[in-house]
T-cell receptor, first 111, second 116 residues
Framework: GQNIDQPTEMTATEGAIVQINCTYQTSGFNGLFWYQQHAGEAPTFLSYNVLDGLEEKGRFSSFLSRSKGYSYLLLKELQMKDSASYLCAVFPSGGSYIPTFGRGTSLIVHP | ETGVTQTPRHLVMGMTNKKSLKCEQH?????MYWYKQSAKKPLELMFVYNFKEQTENNSVPSRFSPECPNSSHLFLHLHTLQPEDSALYLC???????????????FGQGTRLTVV
């Protein structure tokens, strides 16, 4: 089966750094995505990891360890607009290209 | 604006009604998707179309019927739905279908469906 775990909710202070973890158990692995979704809006793409290591993109970085079935999204210099839900999604290997999404982590940034 | 447009934004329908959701993308993408997002549940992929051909059906009940007349348009026809089908239905598109750095999905704003 497919299973993805993320914390339900996190809070952080404006200007701080926050790390959102995602662990997965899937039938094979063919890439992991992070999406951001503001309330009432469409999810937007943040990052894609398929190899181990850290991918940095501005204030956001995403890390992957395939051997541990683990990823995290690191947000630096937090801004109020970063308050949103962060979705982790994993593509399995094999013939099916149906991704499995986590329930999302609701991040609340306060002044 | 992500380049993916969905209509209507909100829909209330009775269990005996027939309605259709529409999605249009102007990004030149080859793959289009229907997702369902229910409260407190993970985002769930329903259907995948690649170059107008349906390539994935994630065990979706037959009361949901997708149609893809061309690479830019995707419909979801709804018939005899149940109250538990109430959810946000999201359309998405991507350049490619299989997982790669080009598979980032661009989502529409969604249709908030309520079945009464």
């Amino acid at each position: 089966g497919q299973n993805i775990d993320q914390p339900t909710e996190m809070t952080a202070t404006e200007g701080a750094i926050v790390q959102i973890n995602c662990t997965y158990q899937t039938s094979g692995f063919n890439g992991l995505f992070w999406y951001q979704q503001h309330a009432g809006e469409a999810p937007t793409f943040l990052s894609y990891n398929v190899l181990d290591g850290l991918e940095e993109k501005g204030r956001f970085s995403s890390f992957l360890s395939r051997s541990k079935g683990y990823s995290y999204l690191l947000l630096k210099e937090l801004q109020m607009k970063d308050s949103a839900s962060y979705l982790c999604a994993v593509f399995p290997s094999g013939g099916s290209y149906i991704p499995t999404f986590g329930r999302g982590t609701s991040l609340i940034v306060h002044p | 604006e992500t380049g993916v447009t969905q209509t209507p934004r909100h829909l209330v329908m009775g269990m005996t009604n027939k309605k259709s959701l529409k999605c249009e993308q102007h990004l030149g993408h080859n793959a289009m998707y229907w997702y369902k997002q229910s409260a407190k549940k993970p985002l769930e992929l329903m259907f995948v179309y690649n170059f107008k051909e349906q390539t994935e059906n994630n065990s979706v009940p037959s009361r949901f019927s997708p149609e893809c007349p061309n690479s830019s348009h995707l419909f979801l026809h709804l018939h005899t739905l149940q109250p538990e089908d109430s959810a946000l239905y999201l359309c998405a598109s991507s350049q490619e279908f299989r997982a790669s750095s080009n598979t980032e999905a661009f989502f529409g704003q969604g249709t908030r469906l309520t079945v009464v």
